[in-house]
């Protein structure tokens, strides 16, 4: 759009987040920095990741790229399924409260979608998209938790004006799971994209030429127990080799027990999660390597179906990758010359 005509558009966008950074929030960046006319961000704790269990509910008002009214929710402590519908509630109620017709809904996950989608019905919103992060065909254990999910989400895909999918590959995948005709369904496939010229990289002459990064959440598809099992071979090999992990979760404690048991201390650092862009950034802006090494051995369709954001900061900031070839563009990050891909085992990555 035109900066004249986002200067006349009231635009909502709900997210659940574990981080302030990816996808939805580049477009609420795009949006602010554009002058639209108006901007309601609503955004919910990430629940099924606990590290997030804390995090209330809350929304940002702007006006004209101005913060002007920003509500915290009362934090509740309910089972999951009560906290998802809290969150539907919220989202609901805090757009009609503005007593606002709002020129486009930007719903990111089927819950938020589905409380746009509401909001058509009720005359409050003229378009509605729903912005698929991720699709894959067990999102809960539970078997009828799973079923309403996918319910939810052929619902979306059905009354949304659009869909817009991180990977082609959920297309494929919601053709053969729900038997969603691709042709009918107007979705899109709009990746995970970077602010290519609002980073200075640096020369590689000033890059730590030994410096390996990892960014992701600890949990055994990400494969970082290869990582920590190559480390020992590496540094015999680059005894400077430095290793540096920014991230958290189930397995934080495990990985670092394996890291102290092995005498690597000196050559790891766990950051935990890095809020802070401008940190994240000087974190990244001098690394020799990003690493991606995803475990196929238990690898689900979360990340074949997805667009891994990680690798997209990795090479944002001049880096090469290695990734495991579990994701869908992984020959095209090959034939770019942007990274090596290899099969999970031990002895391709060390």
């Not at 005509?5 to 709900?14: D, Q």
């Not at 891994?308 to 563009?329: E, F, H, Q, R």
Request: hydrophobic share 40%; proline share 4%.
């Amino acid at each position: 759009m035109e900066n004249n005509t986002l200067r006349k558009k009231k635009v909502v966008i709900v997210v659940h987040e574990a981080l302030p950074v990816g996808p939805t929030f580049d477009l609420r960046r795009y949006l602010l920095e554009h002058s639209v006319d108006r901007l309601l961000h609503i955004s919910h704790p990430l629940i099924y990741l606990k590290e997030f269990y804390k995090k209330s509910s809350y929304y940002e008002y702007h006006k004209r790229g101005k913060i002007v009214e920003k509500k915290t929710a009362f934090h509740w402590r309910l089972p999951d399924v009560f906290l998802y519908i809290k969150d539907f509630l919220y989202s609901v109620v805090w757009c009609l409260a503005k007593n606002e017709k709002y020129n486009l809904y930007v719903g990111a996950d089927p819950l938020n979608a589905l409380a746009g989608i509401a909001l058509k019905k009720l005359g409050r919103v003229d378009k509605v998209v729903y912005h698929s992060i991720d699709y894959f065909t067990q999102r809960f254990e539970n078997k009828m938790l799973n079923r309403v999910y996918h319910f939810i989400d052929k619902l979306c895909v059905k009354f949304s004006d659009e869909t817009w999918n991180l990977s082609s590959m959920m297309i494929n995948a919601r053709q053969a799971y729900n038997n969603i005709d691709p042709e009918t369904s107007r979705q899109v496939t709009v990746p995970v994209g970077v602010w290519f010229k609002k980073v200075e990289r640096k020369p590689f002459n000033r890059i730590h030429k030994k410096k390996v990064v990892f960014i992701g959440s600890f949990v055994p598809m990400m494969g970082i127990d290869l990582i920590l099992k190559a480390v020992p071979f590496i540094v015999k090999a680059v005894p400077e080799a430095k290793f540096e992990f920014i991230g958290s979760g189930p397995s934080d404690q495990t990985l670092r027990g394996i890291a102290k048991k092995l005498k690597l201390d000196k050559h790891i650092t766990f950051h935990g999660w890095v809020y802070d862009r401008k940190k994240l950034g000087e974190i990244l802006s001098d690394g020799a390597v990003g690493l991606a090494p995803f475990n196929t051995i238990i690898l689900d369709d979360q990340v074949r179906n997805a667009d891994p954001a990680k690798l997209k900061d990795y090479m944002l900031w001049g880096m090469p990758v290695i990734v495991t070839d579990a994701i869908s563009n992984a020959k095209e990050i090959e034939e770019a010359r942007c990274g090596i891909v290899i099969r999970y085992n031990l002895g391709e990555l060390r």
